[in-house]
């Protein structure tokens, strides 16, 4: 580990640095809490202000309302869209023509042709050379492990691997999560010459201030590591790396997510620092032309 990595870690009991919350210390005799389920309602406001006044950002808007649940009718998607009911109506018909909605009843769910279109975004030849790792990956730290992708200010879970057991509440494949909130986003965001998202309070730990936001990005670009406790999920600690080609352009960010209690910090970086090679090494040939949104490492660190 190195020297810049071993000084972020000095303040935790054990090895937590100045850029994490102090894990927090369980109640004796308290019943452990059940998983806390993300809060996906600022993705749903991002939607509604992007999607615009066309047909396709109206027909977006209606797509994008399915991300929190499976089936939905003509009222409840113009109550979450803010369309017409008339409209609704008639552009999920419209989207029901072409196989982007499948009927269930009197209501839609998401159809065929968007699954057909997604994969695509995450091609066979990659996933077949990396989800073993990430399986590998799971089973040497019995953590949730996921690749995320930065996407605006959120994070989306483009390949995953969990324990069979686990209660992880926002390591599920295609989760779209605030990227502010977990160590995978926070190293995706530490790497982007940007300025920072709105800073939504997921949990009560959640950083919520920009001054002290700006500094948990000096101190990721510092260390090459992302770490945080209970600022995604109460009671659970992430650690991340980017994950980089040969070149040094960032294709996104290796996770690994467990329950706090039980999160030996520094088995999970040395882990997970190895593993960073052999994941660049594996996924080299397979990811060309994969995330787009792949960038170079900024050089002002």
């Known amino acids: 580990m190195n020297a810049d990595a071993t000084k972020l870690?000095?303040?935790?009991?054990?090895?937590?640095?100045?850029?994490?919350a102090k894990?927090?210390?369980?109640?004796?005799?308290?019943?452990?809490a059940p998983a806390q389920q993300p809060n996906t309602n600022s993705n749903h406001s991002s939607a509604l202000?992007?999607?615009?006044?066309?047909?396709?950002?109206?027909?977006?808007?209606?797509?994008?309302?399915?991300?929190?649940?499976?089936?939905?009718?003509?009222?409840?998607?113009?109550?979450?869209?803010?369309?017409p009911r008339t409209t609704v109506y008639r552009l999920a018909n419209q989207l029901l023509d072409v196989g982007a909605l499948s009927r269930v009843g009197t209501k839609f769910r998401i159809g065929p042709s968007l699954f057909e279109l997604g994969n695509l975004h995450y091609p066979q030849r990659l996933r077949d050379k990396l989800q073993p790792l990430l399986d590998d990956l799971q089973r040497m730290t019995d953590s949730n492990v996921s690749l995320l992708e930065l996407v605006g200010s959120d994070v989306i879970v483009i390949a995953a691997s969990r324990p069979r057991r686990s209660r992880c509440a926002i390591t599920h494949l295609g989760l779209r999560f605030p990227a502010h909130a977990c160590a995978g986003g926070q190293v995706l965001l530490a790497n982007e010459k940007r300025s920072i998202p709105t800073l939504s309070s997921v949990t009560p730990d959640t950083i919520t201030d920009d001054v002290k936001f700006r500094r948990r990005l000096i101190d990721i670009r510092a260390a090459g590591l992302g770490i945080e406790h209970g600022e995604a999920e109460i009671g659970w600690s992430t650690v991340a790396i980017p994950a980089v080609n040969r070149h040094g352009r960032i294709l996104g960010s290796i996770m690994l997510k467990g329950e706090t209690e039980n999160f030996n910090l520094d088995t999970m970086i040395s882990t997970l620092?190895?593993?960073?090679?052999?994941?660049?090494a594996a996924g080299q040939q397979a990811a060309v032309g994969f995330f787009a949104s792949a960038r170079p490492r900024p050089k002002d660190h």
Do not use: N
């Not at 894990?23 to 452990?32: A, D, E, H, Q, W």
């Not at 999607?51 to 009222?75: K, Q, W």
């Open 23 to 32: 894990p927090p210390r369980p109640r004796t005799g308290s019943k452990r």
């Open 273 to 280: 620092r190895s593993f960073g090679h052999t994941f660049t």
């Open 9 to 20: 870690e000095r303040k935790r009991p054990g090895a937590l640095g100045p850029m994490t």
């Open 49 to 83: 202000e992007e999607g615009g006044s066309s047909i396709v950002g109206r027909a977006f808007l209606i797509l994008t309302a399915f991300r929190e649940d499976f089936v939905l009718g003509v009222s409840e998607l113009s109550r979450r869209t803010g369309l």
